[in-house]
């Protein structure tokens, strides 16, 4: 095995392979091999939190309606959310993430980035160390994670989503560009749907394709995110993990497929992302006093509204509640919205996690 660089930074990407299906499957026999989704009726609005290996194969995805779900896959077996049991399953996770690294980002309850450059200019080889993580992972709790190591956090999430499942990549420094040649448009965070369009449009399909056009081209088809997405495609990310204890605020947004206008979708994709901050939120062991709407127009304008409230926000229903009476003091319904995005800031640790999501 090749000696890292000493004086590289090394970041390694865990992610657990269908996490909440895994631990469903783990804990109740009876649904090892087959097609299982954690979520809501299938007869009902709810989306699919996860999708077992088994159920992927018939084309179900998370985020996905649970009656389409349902149509890809009539034997599709649905088990309702146990988010404590996760959170607690996520808490004994972390702890081993404790082990080989006091820098430990969590993403979600089943994702995080370690940095682990102290270990590897100690002289420990951060394959050998992401390889025994995932040892350690499997032996204790029965689950499967795949990892990513690379120099930057970009390249590490890459990379882990390359391995999976059940996979281990490293991409040295000297990998780099070859792997970044390899990566889609959509590798790049920030660059969903929406973006991904416009991209293609413009004839760009593969990540590096982004270095075609300059910074000024770049500032007139994707504004203030453009040098971001070029510094992607150089495989450059100088973003610092921030371990749980440094973090200010927990946030999540999404960009939608189309602008939206109708109240009716907007609250919808507002009840979406309102769970999803409350598993950020019991991920990091945290709730947050100030709550912030970030609103994106079809013009690219942006907006924002907060309040901050005397007690600390973390379960789905509230916050929804919450950001709905903020979203009625936008021009949301009178103006197209392209993005909405829901954070909490000014965070108070918890003791012990607990969340009513649904």
């Known amino acids: 095995m090749t000696a890292p660089a000493k004086f590289a930074r090394w970041i390694v990407h865990v992610d657990m392979d269908a996490y909440y299906a895994s631990i469903e499957q783990r804990d109740r026999p009876a649904l090892r091999g087959r097609p299982v989704v954690v979520g809501g009726s299938p007869f009902s ?27 890809l896959c009539p034997d599709l077996v649905f088990v309702a959310p146990d988010f404590q049991r996760y959170s607690a399953e996520a808490q004994r996770i972390r702890a081993l993430f404790a082990e080989v690294s006091e820098r430990v980002e969590p993403l979600s309850l089943d994702e995080a ?33 795949s990892a990513g ?37 959509t590798a790049i965070p920030g660059i969903g749907p929406v ?9 760009l399909v593969g990540a590096v394709d982004l270095l075609r056009l300059d910074a000024i081209e770049l500032q007139a088809h994707f504004g203030s995110a453009g040098a971001w997405f070029a510094a992607c495609a150089r495989g450059e990310d100088d973003r610092p993990v921030i371990a749980e204890h440094e973090r200010k605020s927990v946030g999540i947004e999404d960009t939608f497929a189309s602008d939206l206008t109708d109240p009716a979708q907007l609250r919808e994709r507002l009840h979406e992302l309102a769970a999803g901050l409350a598993r950020r939120l019991a991920a990091a062991g945290v709730r947050g006093r100030t709550l912030t709407l970030k609103v994106k127009y079809h013009d690219f304008i942006r907006t924002g509204r ?22 009625r003091d936008t021009a949301a319904g009178r103006v197209p919205i392209r993005l909405l995005g829901l954070s909490c800031s000014h965070l108070d640790r918890l003791g012990a996690v607990q969340q009513t999501l649904f």
């Open 45 to 71: 609005r709810a989306v699919v939190c996860a999708a077992s290996y088994e159920a992927r194969r018939f084309g179900v995805r998370s985020a996905m309606p649970c009656a389409q779900a349902r149509r």
């Open 113 to 145: 980035h370690l940095d682990i450059s102290t270990a590897v200019a100690r002289g420990t080889h951060p394959a050998e160390l992401a390889a025994g993580l995932r040892e350690r992972i499997r032996s204790v709790t029965g689950l499967i994670a």
């Open 149 to 185: 190591i690379a120099p930057n956090k970009f390249l590490a999430k890459a990379a882990s989503d390359r391995a999976k499942p059940d996979g281990l990549l490293l991409v040295g420094p000297g990998e780099v560009s070859a792997f970044v040649s390899s990566l889609p448009i």
């Open 195 to 203: 973006t991904a369009r416009r991209c293609h449009d413009l004839g």
């Open 306 to 327: 907060s309040r901050t409230f005397p007690e600390p926000l973390g379960d789905a229903g509230t916050l929804e509640l919450a950001a709905i009476e903020l979203l």
